[in-house]
């Protein structure tokens, strides 16, 4: 069964479009008229063909997509222009969807819940898993072939997450080693053992502050950057008209990023580990009245090579967790503006729980190991 649309469906036409839209409804089914917008009607299938539209506007698109809900399951648009097929997509996106009907609470209400958060964690976990896949393939291929390799890229991300990110994380970790410093010293003042916090702070900062901190701080700046720089392109169409060209967007968007921030993580760390000391000398000084050059000497005799080596090495892996969530994260963006904020901030929040929990995931390593 089809019907044929004609004429301008906008606006202006407003009334001609609902009395169109009516009879497009008692047509498919008597019983879908009387109850349009219920709920959709039972019964075959219409084909609506949309190729003598001469013009369509918003209005003319919401009333559309409001009919075709309300037609049987299945009917589909034939003959339609491009620019109406987008301006449909988006009103179908933004469409608010049906007023639910009032259930009663059930107690395995949560039980299902759960179930089905466990369901979406364990999905987007594979789809992660597929997305590490093919950069590892796409990281290869460009080893196969280094002139496709986009050295000016990897160059420039250095610069954007390394270089401008460096003063904000130095100081946000020089401020948190003076917080950190300093709630030592008051506690440990109590038995007389202010001196341990150089122990302390050195070990701590080295171990799990200075990188968890950058990680935090480079997810909630260049991951998200990473997120809605993709996600603009899709929504520009630009990753198709990639692949139209023949080339690989892995290669081209993805692995030059996520290699710039595995160099990048940990020359932050390692910079935030020296401005997180640098605070915890200066408290030291103010509130424990600790030279420098007895905070020195204590940190040397506290912390060994073993201390740095543990958190230079998660940084690579926690950049890598922060560029593939990021970029998962861009290539699900759909063509809206809310859909690129919904997904930058599901990126910042998703990098950051997973840095959280990979840092949890090698401390028991590293105490397993006793290294």
Not at 14 to 33: D, F, G, K, R, Y
Not at 69 to 94: D, F, K, M, Q
Not at 123 to 150: D, I, M, Q, T
Request: include cysteine.
């Amino acid at each position: 069964m089809a019907a044929r649309l004609a004429g301008r469906w906008t606006a202006d036409q407003a009334p001609a479009v609902e009395a169109a839209s009516a009879e497009m409804l008692a047509a498919a089914s008597p019983a879908c008229a009387s109850t349009a917008g219920a709920s959709p009607a039972v019964g075959l299938p219409l084909v609506i063909d949309l190729s003598g539209l001469a013009r369509l506007d918003t209005l003319g698109a919401w009333v559309l997509e409001r009919t075709r809900a309300a037609l049987p399951a299945g009917t589909t648009y034939a003959g339609a222009s491009p620019e109406h097929l987008i301006l449909l997509r988006e009103v179908a996106y933004r469409e608010a969807a049906p007023a639910s009907r009032r259930r009663r609470f059930h107690p395995l209400d949560p039980v299902a819940s759960l179930g089905a958060g466990v369901r979406s964690l364990g999905r987007e976990g594979l789809s992660g898993l597929a997305f590490l896949g093919e950069v590892v393939a796409g990281c290869l291929r460009v080893l196969a072939r280094p002139r496709s390799f986009r050295g000016p890229a990897l160059v420039n991300q250095i610069e954007q997450i390394a270089l401008r990110g460096a003063p904000i994380i130095m100081l946000i970790s020089f401020l948190v080693g003076c917080i950190v410093t300093q709630q030592g010293i008051i506690q440990l003042q109590r038995f007389g053992a202010q001196t341990y916090v150089v122990n302390m702070i050195g070990i701590l900062t080295l171990r799990e502050l200075g990188v968890l901190l950058t990680s935090i701080m480079v997810a909630g700046r260049s991951g998200s950057a990473f997120t809605a720089e993709i996600g603009s392109m899709r929504m520009r169409e630009e990753v198709d008209a990639l692949r139209v060209m023949g080339l690989d967007p892995i290669e081209i968007l993805i692995v030059p990023r996520i290699i710039a921030l595995m160099l990048a993580l940990p020359m932050l760390a390692f910079l935030a580990d020296l401005a997180a000391l640098a605070g915890g000398a200066m408290t030291s000084f103010l509130y424990g009245g600790l030279s420098l050059e007895a905070f020195t000497f204590r940190l040397q005799n506290a912390i060994g090579f073993r201390h740095l080596a543990i958190g230079l090495i998660k940084a690579p892996f926690m950049a890598l967790i922060i560029g593939i969530i990021a970029s998962v994260e861009g290539f699900m963006v759909e063509g809206s503006a809310e859909s690129l904020g919904r997904h930058v901030t599901a990126s910042v929040v998703k990098s950051i729980f997973m840095v959280i929990v990979l840092d949890g995931l090698f401390a028991v390593f590293f105490a397993a190991i006793d290294f």
